[in-house]
């Protein structure tokens, strides 16, 4: 019997990180007694690491640290509650801080992800329709597959063809009653940026064009007190919803949603599930948070946002000039370079590590199986000669793997035209 197309794409996702997991790419562990947040110990390898979305470095600032130990001290390690019950009263601080720096109104989750499952379902209704950007993250595009299940209409366009979108809100504003468009504010991948002036426009256009955007890796390094590229160019409209990182940039933990009114914010926090079966952040968690949002509103953001984008600037200057290949230039910390397959991406990763540095991989299913390469964080723990050399042995080792794979298949070849 003919496996479904489901059953051949997991096939190959496993293939895949199976091999990258043998290659010692992926599923590694650090093995540091401390992290100091510049390297990390792997496979017995002292590595750079730019694999760290905490792109400003507030992991490791002392006033968070404290304000995660202080919180322990007062509240325990856990308040073990659904939120339905009960909330420990940390959480009100820190939504009412969340919405001092984003505007709107404010609900905390445990993740971006448990902020998606409650926050969807709940506010696309059945009469509504979805259309996908074809690169939205992966946990939106999952809860998408919820709506599906209650018969309402997905789609997929292609990314950021704002025209595309255009077209379909045009047809399908007269049969349904919201056209829904999900995209990401900075997508993880390539770091490119959603066209949200573009985006903007159109929801001033058409009535029925309605917005929720994942600004995970937007926020924090981005915009005044850290609002992010959403809530920058969108925050306040009647019609969009943004959904930010506590994690990541923000360095403590959880996520949360932005609603343009309470009555719908209200509403979620009634009917959305995981709101309501599921656990709550921990008190070091939201201790941390609060801490990080006060960092937010602080003179220190503009000054650790200005470190960012000088190492930033870096990064893209040192690429052109060695004329390493990224698809996209942007001003964002989340840099690819283009390498090829799989196998090539892999073997030039482990060269890098045994130079000491680690740089994550962009593989399929998160890019085409042939569009691999190596994604690469810039954070502020990071030193600018950290960048010049990874660059330069990136720039060393690209030709060699490819020449050196290139003579293996080649020598393949033609001993199975030997040995037939």
């Known amino acids: 019997m003919a496996r479904t197309k489901t059953a051949q794409h997991l096939a190959l996702v496993d293939q895949t990180i199976s091999y990258a997991v043998a290659s010692g790419v992926l599923h590694q562990y650090t093995e540091d007694e401390g992290l100091n947040g510049r390297t990390i110990t792997v496979r017995g390898m002292e590595v750079v690491n730019f694999g760290s979305c905490s792109y400003l470095g507030l992991e490791q600032d002392e006033r968070m640290k404290m304000a995660a130990i202080e919180a322990i001290r007062k509240y325990g390690v856990q308040f073990s509650s659904s939120r339905a019950y009960m909330s420990i009263g940390l959480y009100k601080q820190l939504e009412h801080e969340v919405e001092k720096i984003f505007g709107g109104h404010a609900i905390v989750s445990p993740s971006v992800t448990m902020a998606h499952l409650s926050a969807i379902p709940v506010i696309v209704e059945e009469n509504d329709v979805v259309i996908l950007d074809h690169q939205v993250h992966t946990s939106v595009q999952m809860t998408a597959q919820l709506l ?72 924090s390094w981005f915009g005044k007190n850290g609002k992010g590229v959403a809530s920058t160019f969108m925050g306040g409209h009647e019609k969009v919803y943004i959904a930010a ?132 964080t810039i954070n502020n723990h990071l030193r600018t000669e950290d960048i010049v050399g990874l660059l330069e042995c990136v720039k060393f080792e690209i030709p060699r793997v490819e020449k050196k794979l290139s003579q293996e298949k080649e020598s393949f070849v033609k001993m199975t035209q030997r040995h037939p």
Not at 152 to 177: C, F, G, P, T, W
Not at 186 to 193: E, I, Q, R, T
Not at 252 to 272: E, H, Q, S, W, Y
């Open 148 to 219: 599906k299940a209650r018969g309402i209409k997905v789609e997929l366009i292609r990314h950021n063809r704002l025209d595309m979108l255009e077209a379909r809100v045009k047809k399908l504003s007269q049969q349904y009653r919201k056209v829904w468009y999900m995209a990401d504010g900075v997508y993880s991948m390539f770091g490119d940026y959603a066209p949200v002036e573009e985006i903007k426009s159109l929801l001033n256009q058409y009535p029925a064009l309605h917005l929720y955007i994942d600004d995970a890796h937007g926020v």
């Open 245 to 376: 990182s506590l994690n990541k940039s923000f360095a403590a933990g959880g996520g949360a949603v932005l609603f343009p009114n309470a009555a719908i914010a209200d509403k979620v926090r009634k009917c959305g599930s995981t709101y309501s079966f599921s656990g709550p952040l921990q008190p070091a968690s939201i201790g941390a948070a609060i801490a990080s949002a006060k960092i937010h509103q602080s003179s220190d953001l503009p000054v650790l946002q200005q470190r960012l984008a000088g190492l930033i600037d870096t990064f893209n200057t040192e690429c052109a000039v060695k004329g390493l290949y990224q698809p996209l230039t942007t001003d964002t910390p989340i840099g690819f370079i283009r390498v090829g397959d799989v196998e090539l991406t892999l073997e030039v990763i482990q060269r890098l590590m045994r130079h000491g540095y680690y740089v994550n991989s962009a593989i399929y299913p998160a890019v085409p199986y042939k569009e691999s390469g190596l994604r690469i």
